[in-house]
C-alpha cells in the first residue's frame, strides 16, 4: 500500500509542478489542461468466467499540448471490478477488485471537436489483491468528442496483452464509454 501512496504522490507532483511551469497571462497560451473524468466499462471477453464491472470508473486528467495536432494525455483512474479465477480441480473463487491505473494516451486532433487517440496502460494495480505485483499490460484506442473546449465525450477500446496459460484462458479486454471535463 505503501508503494502506491509514494506512487500516487510522484505522480501529483509531476502534474502539478508542470502546471506551476505554464502560468500564462493568456489562458490561449496555456500548454497543460487538467480534468476529470468517469464512465462506465463493459467487459468484451472470451471466457467462461465471470469478470464483471460493478461500478463506474472515475479519474484525473492532464492534457499536454505537444503541438496544434498533437496532445499527451495522462490519467490516474480508479475503477472496480469481480473477477474469478478457475483452478485445475474446477474450483472458482471470486475476488473483487479495486484498481489504480495509469494510462498514457497521444492523441491526434483531426479538428477542433474531433480527436482520436492510441496508447498504453503498462501501471495496473489492484489494491485489494495482489498488492505487491503490478500487472495487466494493456493497449489503449478512442476518440473523444468535444462539446465545448471544457466537456467532452469519449470511448475507447482496452485490450489485455497478458494471456493466462491456464484453464481461465482469459484476456481482459473492454469497451468504455465517458464523459469529461476540463478546467
Not at 464512465?39 to 465471470?50: H, T
Not at 473477477?83 to 479538428?111: A, C, G
Not at 465545448?148 to 484462458?169: A, P, Q
Request: hydrophobic residues 35%.
Amino acid at each position: 500500500m505503501k508503494q502506491i501512496i509514494l506512487l500516487s504522490v510522484c505522480v501529483f507532483s509531476a502534474i502539478f509542478s508542470a502546471e506551476a511551469q505554464t502560468e500564462s497571462k493568456n489562458q490561449k497560451d496555456k500548454k497543460i489542461k487538467f480534468g476529470l473524468r468517469t464512465g462506465y466499462e463493459f467487459q468484451v471477453n472470451d471466457s467462461n468466467l465471470e469478470n464483471k464491472l460493478d461500478l463506474p470508473y472515475i479519474g484525473i486528467l492532464s492534457d499536454i499540448y505537444l503541438s496544434s495536432k498533437w496532445n499527451l494525455q495522462l490519467e490516474l483512474n480508479l475503477r472496480s471490478g469481480n473477477r474469478e479465477e478457475l483452478f485445475l480441480n474446477d474450483f472458482k473463487q471470486s475476488y473483487k477488485e479495486v484498481y489504480l491505473t495509469v494510462p498514457v494516451l497521444l492523441k491526434y486532433s483531426i479538428n477542433d471537436k474531433f480527436r482520436i487517440y492510441m496508447g498504453t496502460q503498462t501501471l495496473s494495480a489492484s489494491l485489494k489483491n495482489d498488492i505487491f505485483g503490478l500487472k495487466k499490460w494493456n493497449g489503449i484506442l478512442g476518440a473523444e468528442y468535444n462539446f465545448s473546449k471544457k466537456t467532452f465525450i469519449e470511448t475507447r477500446f482496452r485490450h489485455g496483452f497478458e494471456r493466462r496459460i491456464n484453464k481461465n484462458n482469459f484476456r481482459n479486454n473492454t469497451i468504455s464509454v465517458g464523459v469529461g471535463y476540463k478546467f
